[in-house]
């Protein structure tokens, strides 16, 4: 069975500083995709960055980076000069495609950044 | 409009009654996904539709629950004789059909359920 552990339920950080999400997965697959979503209080779910499995390259968007092990089956998103909108649940996904397209989701990391 | 749409918003409803709660994906998303999300909890899926295959019903935790879809548009999740441990947030999802594409799905707003 495909599965997505995420390890910290809770981490609070000071506004500004650097954190880091874990995520590990298990899966036979080769091909696959990977996916971190934000959840504001708003509740509305946002994708933040996605990785696709074959490339080498670790995705970034902005202030926002993946540390991307296939080897180890790893997936940290690593958020730069935190600010204080990025205070949300931060869940990481993952897809293997021509399957399902099902996207299995970790139980997601609360992430509170303080003043 | 542009993202996935959700009706109601929230919802209050009495034990024991049904409710609808209706999704409208994205224009030309194949794939339509429904989950449950418990107060301070991760994501439950729920029910999966890829455009014209069988549903994937996997994820529904009774016959209570039920969904439909019309074609690649409107779906509607039905709970019957509701609980309170229905009590949750209803989140639908859509994505593109795999081939080309990578994956990513856009959530609506999510409907909010409070079962008396």
Redesign the interface.
Known sequence: AQTVTQSQPEMSVQEAETVTLSCTYDTSENNY?L?W?KQPP??????VI?Q?AYKQQNATENRFSVNFQKAAKSFSLKISDSQLGDTAMY?CAF?T??R?????????T?LHILP | GAGVSQSPSNKVTEKGKDVELRCDPISGHT?L?W?R?RL????E?LI?F?GNSAP?KSGLPSDRFSAERTGESVSTLTIQRTQQEDSA?Y?C?S?L??SGT??????G??TRLLVL
Do not use: T
């Open positions: 995709y996916f979503y708003s509740r509305q779910m946002i994708l996605r696709e869940f897809m495609p021509n399902d397209d099902k996207i299995i989701f970790g139980k997601g609360r | 794939a996904y989950y999300q301070g909890q991760g994501l899926f999966y890829q994937d947030v989140l999802a994505s059909a795999w990578s994956g990513a799905q856009y959530f707003p999510g």
